[in-house]
């Protein structure tokens, strides 16, 4: 079945240690999304990519970086973790960019700092 | 400023019993609505949406309303069944400059009591 695949699904990393998360998609979507949820919070959009086109949501911080080598994969760093920072991390797809079409999420990343 | 907001974090009912959910947004301008459920552990999974040309929207279970006059939202779940147990948020998407952004809102628990 085409989807949006994370891995791993729970990541345990030590204080200021580099992370990364990393989502694929058998969709063939042009437009990629990050999101960063808290318990009990709606997602919150880091960044996104429309193709190779990167745009990043002017809150997000600078510790948060991502990459998209490919139409099928995309990479969220985190180069410096901080407590605060533990959260589960969705991406998410779209066909095209515009406010009509469906987001198509993936299970999610539970990035655990100690 | 603008935002989508739900009423009430909690709701409890009965197996069995319809659901309502509800959702209030503050930017008269918007123009698509969206339903997402969450159930533990998972990202979020679209359920319908409405476009603000329309009043009512059914889907299978499930309706969605828009009063565009008080900028209510709401989700109906009929025969409301234990797989129904979720967060359901609702988010609004807001053409002109923020193509890609979704405006999320609380998001309700809704508990199904055996």
């Known amino acids: 079945d085409a989807m949006v695949i994370q891995n791993p699904r729970y990541q345990v990393t030590q204080f200021g240690k580099p992370v990364t998360l990393s989502c694929s998609q058998t969709l063939n979507h042009n437009v990629m999304y990050w999101y960063q949820q808290k318990s009990s919070q709606a997602p919150k959009l880091l960044f996104h990519y429309y193709d190779k086109d990167f745009n990043n949501e002017a809150d997000t911080p600078d510790n948060f970086q991502s990459r998209r080598p490919n139409t099928s994969f995309c990479f969220l760093d985190i180069r410096s973790p901080g407590l605060g920072d533990a959260a589960m991390y969705l991406c998410?797809?779209?066909?095209?960019?515009?406010?009509?079409?469906?987001?198509?999420f993936g299970p999610g990343t539970r990035l655990t700092v100690t | 400023g603008e935002s989508v907001g739900l009423h009430l974090p909690t709701l409890s009912v009965q197996e069995g019993d319809n659901s309502i959910i509800n959702c209030a947004y503050s930017n008269s301008a918007s123009d698509y609505f969206i339903w997402y459920k969450q159930e533990s552990g998972k990202g979020p999974q679209f359920i319908i949406d409405?476009?603000?040309n329309m009043d009512k929207r059914q889907g299978q279970r499930v309706t969605v309303l828009l009063n565009k006059t008080v900028k209510h939202l709401s989700l109906q779940i009929a025969a409301t069944q234990p797989g129904d147990s979720a967060v359901y948020f609702c988010?609004?998407?807001?053409?002109?400059?923020?193509?890609?952004?979704?405006?999320w809102g609380a998001g309700t628990k809704l508990i199904i009591k055996p």
């Open positions: 988010a609004e998407n807001q053409d002109e400059d923020s193509n890609y952004q979704l405006i």
């Open positions: 998410a797809t779209s066909r095209e960019a515009g406010h009509l079409y469906e987001q198509y």
């Open positions: 409405i476009r603000s």
